[in-house]
Protein backbone atom coordinates (compact mmCIF):
# COMPACT_ATOMS: atom_id res chain seq x y z
CA UNK A 1 0.00 0.00 0.00
CA UNK A 2 2.62 2.61 1.02
CA UNK A 3 4.45 1.90 -2.47
CA UNK A 4 1.04 2.18 -3.99
CA UNK A 5 0.93 5.65 -2.43
CA UNK A 6 4.17 6.44 -3.64
CA UNK A 7 3.87 5.38 -7.06
CA UNK A 8 0.62 7.31 -7.14
CA UNK A 9 2.30 10.55 -5.75
CA UNK A 10 4.23 13.43 -7.41
CA UNK A 11 7.27 14.42 -5.59
CA UNK A 12 7.68 17.42 -5.71
CA UNK A 13 4.13 19.11 -5.15
CA UNK A 14 2.86 15.77 -2.67
CA UNK A 15 -0.35 16.18 -5.50
CA UNK A 16 -1.31 12.64 -6.99
CA UNK A 17 0.45 12.54 -9.87
CA UNK A 18 -1.28 11.64 -13.81
CA UNK A 19 -0.98 7.96 -13.61
CA UNK A 20 -3.26 8.51 -10.29
CA UNK A 21 -5.64 10.71 -12.56
CA UNK A 22 -6.12 8.58 -15.32
CA UNK A 23 -6.91 5.70 -13.21
CA UNK A 24 -9.23 7.60 -11.01
CA UNK A 25 -10.89 9.75 -13.20
CA UNK A 26 -11.95 6.83 -15.77
CA UNK A 27 -13.33 4.65 -12.55
CA UNK A 28 -15.00 8.25 -11.90
CA UNK A 29 -16.36 8.95 -15.48
CA UNK A 30 -18.02 5.27 -15.40
CA UNK A 31 -19.72 5.71 -11.53
CA UNK A 32 -21.15 9.32 -12.33
CA UNK A 33 -22.69 8.04 -16.08
CA UNK A 34 -24.19 5.60 -13.90
CA UNK A 35 -25.97 7.69 -11.57
CA UNK A 36 -26.22 10.41 -13.96
CA UNK A 37 -24.41 12.63 -11.46
CA UNK A 38 -22.26 15.34 -12.92
CA UNK A 39 -18.03 15.62 -13.10
CA UNK A 40 -16.09 18.39 -13.38
CA UNK A 41 -12.85 18.95 -14.25
CA UNK A 42 -9.96 22.48 -14.30
CA UNK A 43 -6.99 22.30 -15.93
CA UNK A 44 -4.60 24.83 -14.97
CA UNK A 45 -1.63 26.52 -16.04
CA UNK A 46 1.07 28.67 -14.39
CA UNK A 47 1.05 31.73 -16.77
CA UNK A 48 4.43 32.32 -18.54
CA UNK A 49 6.27 29.43 -16.16
CA UNK A 50 8.82 29.39 -18.94
CA UNK A 51 9.90 32.69 -18.90
CA UNK A 52 9.58 32.42 -14.69
CA UNK A 53 12.20 29.61 -14.62
CA UNK A 54 14.18 31.55 -17.33
CA UNK A 55 14.34 34.65 -14.67
CA UNK A 56 14.72 32.58 -11.18
CA UNK A 57 16.19 29.74 -12.19
CA UNK A 58 14.78 26.17 -12.09
CA UNK A 59 14.90 25.67 -8.16
CA UNK A 60 13.05 28.90 -7.65
CA UNK A 61 10.61 27.18 -10.48
CA UNK A 62 10.17 24.42 -8.36
CA UNK A 63 9.37 25.67 -5.14
CA UNK A 64 6.82 28.17 -7.12
CA UNK A 65 4.89 24.69 -8.53
CA UNK A 66 5.25 23.76 -4.33
CA UNK A 67 3.33 26.75 -3.85
CA UNK A 68 0.83 26.51 -6.61
CA UNK A 69 0.00 22.57 -4.99
CA UNK A 70 -0.31 23.92 -1.58
CA UNK A 71 -2.94 26.48 -2.39
CA UNK A 72 -4.71 23.75 -4.70
CA UNK A 73 -4.99 21.69 -1.65
CA UNK A 74 -6.25 24.49 0.73
CA UNK A 75 -9.07 25.76 -2.55
CA UNK A 76 -10.50 21.91 -2.72
CA UNK A 77 -12.79 20.12 -0.61
CA UNK A 78 -10.75 17.68 1.19
CA UNK A 79 -11.19 13.63 0.59
CA UNK A 80 -13.85 14.47 -2.48
CA UNK A 81 -12.62 16.61 -4.60
CA UNK A 82 -8.72 15.04 -6.33
CA UNK A 83 -5.69 17.49 -7.19
CA UNK A 84 -3.36 15.83 -9.35
CA UNK A 85 -0.28 17.88 -11.17
CA UNK A 86 -0.77 16.81 -15.18
CA UNK A 87 2.68 17.18 -15.97
CA UNK A 88 5.21 20.23 -16.03
CA UNK A 89 3.33 23.25 -14.67
CA UNK A 90 0.01 22.06 -15.57
CA UNK A 91 -2.26 20.67 -13.16
CA UNK A 92 -5.65 19.13 -12.99
CA UNK A 93 -8.69 19.47 -10.86
CA UNK A 94 -11.34 16.10 -10.46
CA UNK A 95 -14.81 17.29 -9.01
CA UNK A 96 -17.02 14.93 -8.39
CA UNK A 97 -21.18 15.56 -8.49
CA UNK A 98 -19.72 18.99 -9.35
CA UNK A 99 -21.76 20.75 -11.81
CA UNK A 100 -20.09 24.02 -14.23
CA UNK A 101 -21.58 26.13 -11.84
CA UNK A 102 -19.66 24.56 -8.94
CA UNK A 103 -16.62 24.32 -10.93
CA UNK A 104 -16.25 27.59 -11.69
CA UNK A 105 -16.47 28.38 -7.73
CA UNK A 106 -13.96 25.90 -7.52
CA UNK A 107 -11.51 27.48 -9.75
CA UNK A 108 -12.19 31.19 -9.14
CA UNK A 109 -10.99 30.59 -5.39
CA UNK A 110 -8.25 28.81 -7.15
CA UNK A 111 -7.23 31.72 -9.31
CA UNK A 112 -7.79 34.05 -6.42
CA UNK A 113 -5.72 32.39 -4.06
CA UNK A 114 -2.96 31.46 -6.20
CA UNK A 115 -2.89 35.46 -7.34
CA UNK A 116 -3.20 36.79 -3.86
CA UNK A 117 -0.13 34.51 -2.96
CA UNK A 118 2.98 36.00 -1.34
CA UNK A 119 5.76 34.18 -3.22
CA UNK A 120 9.10 35.46 -2.18
CA UNK A 121 12.27 35.62 -4.06
CA UNK A 122 15.47 37.37 -2.57
CA UNK A 123 12.98 39.18 -0.05
CA UNK A 124 10.97 40.33 -3.15
CA UNK A 125 7.16 39.51 -3.69
CA UNK A 126 6.85 37.71 -7.52
CA UNK A 127 3.70 37.70 -8.57
CA UNK A 128 1.84 34.06 -9.64
CA UNK A 129 -1.26 33.48 -11.64
CA UNK A 130 -2.62 30.85 -13.35
CA UNK A 131 -5.30 29.86 -16.53
CA UNK A 132 -8.04 27.99 -16.27
CA UNK A 133 -10.13 25.49 -18.30
CA UNK A 134 -13.18 24.24 -16.70
CA UNK A 135 -14.85 20.99 -18.77
CA UNK A 136 -18.14 19.43 -17.15
CA UNK A 137 -20.16 16.20 -17.58
CA UNK A 138 -23.50 16.88 -17.52
CA UNK A 139 -25.49 13.64 -16.29
CA UNK A 140 -27.21 12.36 -19.35
CA UNK A 141 -23.79 12.35 -21.04
CA UNK A 142 -21.69 9.55 -22.06
CA UNK A 143 -18.36 11.07 -22.56
CA UNK A 144 -14.82 9.54 -22.56
CA UNK A 145 -11.91 10.77 -20.23
CA UNK A 146 -9.76 11.86 -23.38
CA UNK A 147 -12.73 14.18 -24.72
CA UNK A 148 -13.79 15.51 -21.13
CA UNK A 149 -10.10 16.31 -20.85
CA UNK A 150 -9.30 17.82 -24.27
CA UNK A 151 -12.62 19.89 -23.49
CA UNK A 152 -10.89 21.66 -20.38
CA UNK A 153 -7.47 21.56 -22.08
CA UNK A 154 -8.90 23.64 -25.29
CA UNK A 155 -10.86 26.27 -22.50
CA UNK A 156 -7.50 26.53 -20.66
CA UNK A 157 -5.71 28.04 -23.99
CA UNK A 158 -8.72 29.88 -24.62
CA UNK A 159 -7.92 31.37 -21.07
CA UNK A 160 -4.05 32.08 -22.30
CA UNK A 161 -5.23 33.63 -25.74
CA UNK A 162 -7.90 35.76 -23.96
CA UNK A 163 -5.24 37.25 -21.66
CA UNK A 164 -3.79 34.65 -18.81
CA UNK A 165 -5.27 35.15 -14.97
CA UNK A 166 -8.79 33.60 -15.72
CA UNK A 167 -11.01 31.25 -16.14
CA UNK A 168 -13.20 29.70 -19.57
CA UNK A 169 -15.79 27.17 -19.79
CA UNK A 170 -15.84 24.34 -22.46
CA UNK A 171 -19.44 23.68 -23.57
CA UNK A 172 -20.42 20.75 -25.43
CA UNK A 173 -22.02 21.44 -28.95
CA UNK A 174 -26.25 21.60 -28.19
CA UNK A 175 -27.29 19.26 -31.07
CA UNK A 176 -24.52 16.55 -29.24
CA UNK A 177 -22.73 16.05 -32.61
CA UNK A 178 -19.46 17.60 -31.90
CA UNK A 179 -18.19 16.11 -28.54
CA UNK A 180 -15.62 18.51 -28.32
CA UNK A 181 -17.23 22.62 -27.69
CA UNK A 182 -17.60 26.13 -27.94
CA UNK A 183 -15.40 27.93 -25.14
CA UNK A 184 -17.41 30.96 -23.42
CA UNK A 185 -15.51 33.44 -21.63
CA UNK A 186 -15.99 34.13 -18.03
CA UNK A 187 -14.66 37.55 -17.13
CA UNK A 188 -12.79 37.68 -13.91
CA UNK A 189 -14.50 38.42 -10.58
CA UNK A 190 -12.39 41.22 -9.20
Known sequence: RQLAEISDTDQLTGLKNRRYLNRVLDEELIRCGRYRNPLSIILLDVDHFKQFNDNY???????C???VGSALKESIRNGVDCATRYG???FC???PETDVKGALEVAERIRTNIENMAFLVKGDTVPVTVSLGISALLANEQLKMDKLLKRADEALYAAKAAGRNRTMIARANQSGSDPLNTVVQ???LN
Not at 57 to 63: T, Y
Open 65 to 67: LKS
Open 88 to 90: GEE
Open 57 to 63: GHLVGDD
Open 186 to 188: HKK
Open 93 to 95: IML
